[in-house]
């Protein structure tokens, strides 16, 4: 298949979403290229999350169409869980195994989902730590661990089922200030390489930086798409205005 018909990595197709009566997620339409890394923005409540979730299945959706390259996630079953190994996501909380050591947190989904043998899923994810900056702390718990370097762990274990696409909602929100910027340069690094990411963030300076693209929701729709240079100097819509006055503000 050449480039030029390739599908898109993430494609979001006239999806709905609703929690009982509250409408979240409002014919959202989205296509996200190989190697794209597209931030999402918007006010609290507008839906970012959700979208985010409905990706890999962990919402599932009311109505409309989810693929990640070309392939239509199912709704549930072995498929799914195939199909989600291709989406690696990130959240606020790091959900690390508290009992398990850093290096075996990163091995575990291999070992267990893929049955890669332990010495190759170890070798792999002692590659991944280097590459996020803390091989050092391999055989530490997570507990001995800050903020930052645990969700830096987060992202290697994220990484060892070698995803298509990578998907992260709010990674540096839970983290203390100071520690912020070393997650923002992994993704950074990892966007460079090349990975197809979906980013909610409150981070502007990221959005700005490594973004080459930004989706602004606002009430469950999508309600721009555009550069981050177009978006920051000159957003079109009075809610983004708005949103972005409320931001430069505080
Ligand atoms: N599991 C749920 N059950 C019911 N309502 C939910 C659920 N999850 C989210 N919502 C509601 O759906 C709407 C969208 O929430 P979502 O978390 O996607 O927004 P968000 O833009 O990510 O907000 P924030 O920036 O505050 O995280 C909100 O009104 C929220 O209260």
Redesign the pocket.
Known sequence: MTAASAPPMIRVAGVD?F??P?H??KNVQLEVPKGQVVV?L????????????TINRL?PIDSGVIEVDGQPLPAEGKELARLRADVGMVFQSFNLFAHKTIVENVMLAPTKVRKTPAAEARKTAMELLERVGIANQADKFPAQLSGGQQQRAAIARALAMKPKVMLF??PT?ALDPEMVQEVLDVMTGLAKDGMTMLV?T?EMGFARKAADRVIF?SD?EVVEDSTPEEFFSAPKSNRAKDFLGKILTH
């Open positions: 979403k929690f009982g509250l979240v997620l999402v918007g006010p609290s409540g507008s839906g970012k999350s959700t979208l985010c979730r919402e909602d709010e929100s909610v409150h929701m469950g």
